[in-house]
């Protein structure tokens, strides 16, 4: 099999590429190094099988010459976190809407199966213990930035779907709850990389707003395969899937852990949101997702837990800092 992945040069389009490559297939890499970095793809850079190409997801041309000869599309580039939201409104909403679409159309014309990365993101402030897949969503003001990420992939979803009934293609989404793992950064809001750092520097974690929302964190080692397993599941077309663990933690009961499995000597200060993010953001304060159709489907379970998560975060980010001092 021959497949193009956009944002392969990002944390899971990373594993991606190289999980797809160590399965045998070839793969054509599409990102713009916006937020990804060649330095995620410098294990397999050699590898023949491999083409990468610096190119936007906008470019209709460029996404309609790598999808030909193609058999699944796995589109993962996108503007995602927090701090990418915040900062990088208008664009974030430009790439995740025209960027999907683009890509869509491309699949579509060349008869390539088509996987559209989704997020949680998408249930917004509904905070149900086990979000299911159709459950609603419960969003703020469109006019409030805040919520354009989630509106974006909101539309992806649609578009696919509808694609998926007008055109006969084969189009799925994946619905990521909090995926972590090595090559996470931390510099766009990441909750996870941000407190390993801050606890490997001894610096105090910043714990936003009270600590008391609730998160469910998934390796992004048990996610990949996940991925590949729903593109080619043809009982998922047109459907959406949640992709995650179930396991609940509050945000500073992650702090605590990041601290115990560090062994660090940081301690734990608070920062309003308005802080962080200027006046009227509002946090989700619960998302626990119920993953019983991806097991139903994909025979999905993950293998890793929360500690094997955060200590992959650790040595991922200790070894990158042994290498910036050999350097
Ligand atoms: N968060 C935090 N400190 C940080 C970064 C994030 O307390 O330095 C909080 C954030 O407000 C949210 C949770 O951690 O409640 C998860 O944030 P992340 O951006 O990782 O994911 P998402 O909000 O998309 O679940």
Redesign the pocket.
Known sequence: MRALVTGAAGFIGSHLVEHLLGSGHEVVALDDLSTGSPDNLRGVADDPALAFHRGSVLDAELVDDLVTGVGTVFHLAAAV??FVVRDRTVEGIRVNVHGTDTVLEAARRHGARLLVASSS?IYGKNTKVGLREDDDRVVGSPLMHRWSYSEAKALDESLVAASVEAFGMHGVIARLF?TVGPRQTGQY????P??VGQALAGDPL????TGE?I?CFCHVLDVVPALVALAACDEASGRAVNIGRSEPIT?AGLAARVIERTGSSSSIVRRTYEEIYGRGYE??QR?VPDCGLAERLLGFRPARDLDDVIDSVVADQLGRRAAVTSA
């Open positions: 976190g927090a993101e909090n809001g990441m909750v996870v941000r407190f910043t714990v936003f707003g929302q998160r945000i946090d989700l998302r």
